[in-house]
């Protein structure tokens, strides 16, 4: 083993989800992140799909533009909603002609919305399990898939939700990303049963900064995310004090990356709503620093923008 000192933050590993513009005002912001967050090195970057592939044309739009105007790799999402096989081989078909190799494979919601009874399409893909199958025997793309700290809500117990984590990683899937949670002992419990079932590849847990604390208590009930007392208690009475808020939402994400650092964790999945701010100072806090050759030769990405 070596003695060398290693730089802080040089063995964390982070990736950034953003979602797909629906105004030129949201793509300014948009590329206005992706420029401020690209210098910290970023493993990937991935790039949402709508519901029912309602983003196809936009999600397909932000990731060609990834890789034509910067370095970054970029993953697509991708899901089975309403889609035939034939439909969803197209998709998977163009992004290769594209250049993408990377891609979060995913059943996806009924239009319906998060909770509402999925039917999967007559001769379409099923679940995630099939849509990795069918993306292995298009090429050897690298597939990421999600994974359920606290289950996913329509799963009637964690031993359906894991043996369906376990078949998507036999059929080629080398990553899962977790749905957001704000109690990491829920989380490394969870690692411990997909450990238990022979699944070994990196569980990666998903952090959402907290910018509007109504908004992600929403979603979190939808998605089967539990908010704990205490997380309710550090927001509470801040409604009209926006700059406040901003504080204690860093200093929230900041306590569960750190701990989750003290707990061995070095690869980081942050859902960042197109944002930069909050996740640059969670990432600086990390230890993670830009890299100075991008910044001085100019990444491609702020050359563009
Ligand atoms: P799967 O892994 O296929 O299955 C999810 C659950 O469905 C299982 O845990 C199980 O409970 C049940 N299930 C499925 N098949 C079976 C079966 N044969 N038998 C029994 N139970 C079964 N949604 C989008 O629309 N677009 C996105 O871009 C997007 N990105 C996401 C990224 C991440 C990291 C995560 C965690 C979620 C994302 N989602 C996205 C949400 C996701 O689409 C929903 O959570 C959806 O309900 C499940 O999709 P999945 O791929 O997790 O499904």
């Keep these: 083993m070596s003695n ?4 802080p933050g040089s063995d964390i590993n982070v990736s950034f989800e953003f979602f797909p513009p629906k105004t030129p005002k949201m793509e300014e912001t948009l590329w206005a992140s ?3 967050l690209a210098p910290l090195k970023p493993s990937f970057v991935s790039v949402t799909y709508g519901a029912g592939g309602s983003t196809r044309e936009r999600t397909h739009h932000t990731v060609k533009r990834l890789l034509d105007e910067t370095s970054l790799v970029p993953a697509a999402h991708l899901t089975c909603v309403d889609a035939t096989r034939e439909e969803v081989d197209a998709v998977i078909r163009q992004y290769w002609q594209t250049g993408v190799r990377h891609f979060v494979a995913l059943r996806g919601d009924s239009q319906a919305g ?9 001769g379409g893909y099923r679940n995630a399990v099939e849509l990795v199958a069918g993306l292995k025997a298009f090429a050897d793309f690298e597939i990421s898939v999600s994974a359920y700290p606290e289950k996913h809500p329509e799963s009637s117990d964690f031993a359906t939700d894991i043996d369906l984590l376990k078949r998507k990683v036999d059929n080629g899937a080398t990553r899962a990303i977790t749905q957001f949670f704000f109690d990491n002992d829920v989380y490394e419990r969870f690692v411990e049963r997909v450990r238990r079932a ?6 990666v847990p998903g952090i959402v900064p907290i910018h509007d604390f109504t908004k992600v208590s929403r979603f979190a009930a939808a998605c089967g995310a539990s908010v704990p007392t205490w997380l309710a208690e550090r ?12 504080h204690v939402a860093a200093a929230v994400c900041a ?4 701990d989750l650092r003290r707990r061995g964790i070095d690869d980081f999945h942050f859902y960042t709503m197109n944002r930069a701010d909050l996740v640059y100072s969670i990432c600086h806090i ?6 100075q050759e991008s910044a001085a030769a100019g990444d491609k990405s702020a050359a563009a923008a």
Excluded: H, M
């Excluded at 998060?114 to 007559?122: D, H, K, L, S």
């Excluded at 306590?255 to 750190?258: F, R």
């Excluded at 990390?286 to 890299?291: A, M, N, S, T, V």
């Design 4 to 7: 060398a000192p290693r730089k």
């Design 34 to 36: 992706i420029e401020r």
């Design 114 to 122: 998060v909770g509402g009874a999925y039917t999967p399409v007559e």
């Design 198 to 203: 022979g699944i070994y590849v990196p569980i």
């Design 235 to 246: 927001f509470e009475g801040l409604e009209g004090d926006a700059e406040t808020r901003a």
């Design 255 to 258: 306590e569960q990356v750190l």
């Design 286 to 291: 990390l230890g993670l620093r830009p890299d």
